[in-house]
């Protein structure tokens, strides 16, 4: 009778555990579609950082090219400030966009790190038993030690084969 509350209560804790880890493979893979909808949006930030150095690339080279028609009207001091303004305007949203994405980053970062250490804190909480029912352990070692196989052993400790093979491998023997 004993024998058998003890089956049952193992049965409960083997239930409640595999509760536990298909809640937390749930929780990984919705986090890790939110992470994968942050990641696409710091995609996008790059691609249109892209498509803004192409246009800025596109507007030097007009720039370069009006500037060589009008230096023969142009004085140096002139041509020089025009070179500036003309840098100033093509890096100034360049530089905004990389300050919004570098913000992005960031917080995507400290995200992750919070949730990582979420999860870390929650795999701790997590016990796993020492072994199923401590005094047939020596029981199950012995006589897998003696060559008897796993399904005798089961079957002279009334014990099912997947406990058996539990205690064997908690005590790094299997």
């Not at 950082?49 to 507007?59: A, D, Q, S, T, V």
């Amino acid at each position: 009778m004993n024998l058998n509350l003890e089956a049952i209560n193992v049965e409960y804790l083997v239930v409640a555990m595999a509760a536990m880890i298909l809640y937390l493979i749930y929780y990984v893979f919705t986090k890790d579609s939110e992470y994968n909808k942050n990641i696409r949006a710091v995609a996008t930030v790059a691609e249109e950082l892209n498509r803004e150095i192409f246009y800025l690339k596109k507007k030097l080279g007009d720039t370069q090219i009006s500037i060589k028609k009008n230096s023969s009207r142009m004085t140096d001091e002139e041509i020089y400030q025009e070179v500036e303004r003309t840098v100033y305007d093509m890096v100034k949203p360049i530089s905004l966009s990389l300050k919004r994405l570098e913000e992005s980053v960031q917080r995507i970062d400290e995200h992750i790190d919070a949730r990582i250490s979420s999860l870390e804190s929650g795999v701790k909480q997590i016990s796993i038993p020492a072994s199923i029912h401590g005094n047939d352990d020596e029981k199950i070692i012995s006589r897998y030690k003696q060559g008897i196989t796993l399904e005798n052993i089961s079957k002279e400790l009334h014990l099912s084969k997947a406990e058996v093979e539990f205690v064997l491998k908690i005590n790094k023997i299997k």
